[in-house]
């Protein structure tokens, strides 16, 4: 299956992320860059970061909106929705949604970035519907990071996916996310030596690979 960014951009590509720690720590956006560069497509990838807490902070941030309209992305990743911590709330998502819109109209692909569940805390359900809040209506594609995680850690439970504050990625949680970030945008399956972080211990890339690939991606 081939993305439409392979259309539009056969040989460079240019990602924006806007999102916050989850994307930051180890630099989600970097990882996904060098995964794609080692894929063997012989496509060069930009990427570039803006940080926020939550997408909701930007509201009448115009600076981050013309980045947006002015970019010429192929692609945008969006990551920090306004969820509740209790799971009980239900909070506005009108700026992240005007995000996505923007990104759009200014002829990207939005991508939504799921992050995945708080150690011990059963909330990939509630966080991904917080996101198709956002999906819906802009017709962005979900990519869902938490649904990978979750099965990655139930074909290994001892995974080391989480920081110690048990909330943030370790490196290998990291890099968890940026080769479901890059198979979603690129239409790509996981090639059969991919780039991986230096260090990381092969047993447990193997299972993340496994996990990766067992996503089912739906047009």
Not at 27 to 43: F, K, T, Y
Not at 79 to 85: D, I
Not at 91 to 116: C, H, M
Not at 144 to 167: E, F, H, I, T
């Amino acid at each position: 299956m081939l993305s439409h960014l392979l259309l539009l951009a056969p040989h460079s590509l240019r990602i924006l992320f806007i999102g916050n720690s989850f994307t930051w720590v180890n630099d989600v956006p970097n990882l996904v860059r060098q995964i794609w560069e080692a894929d063997g497509s012989h496509q060069s990838v930009q990427v570039e970061r803006i940080d926020a807490g939550h997408l909701e902070d930007l509201a009448g941030n115009r600076g981050v909106f013309d980045k947006i309209k002015n970019g010429r992305w192929n692609a945008v990743v969006f990551e920090g929705a306004m969820v509740s911590m209790s799971l009980t709330r239900d909070y506005p998502q009108d700026t992240a949604i005007s995000l996505a819109n923007t990104a759009r109209k200014a002829g990207a692909k939005p991508y939504l970035f799921v992050e995945w569940p708080r150690r011990g805390i059963d909330e990939t359900d509630y966080t991904l519907n917080v996101y198709w809040r956002i999906a819906t209506p802009t017709k962005s594609r979900v990519i869902p990071v938490c649904r990978v995680w979750d099965r990655a850690l139930k074909m290994q439970p001892q995974l080391d996916l989480y920081s110690p504050d048990g909330n943030h990625a370790s490196a290998l949680g990291s890099y968890l996310a940026a080769c479901t970030i890059y198979r979603y945008i690129s239409g790509r399956q996981i090639p059969a030596n991919p780039w991986v972080i230096p260090g990381l211990p092969k047993e447990q890339v193997s299972v993340i690979l496994k996990a990766v690939r067992a996503q089912e991606i739906v047009s």
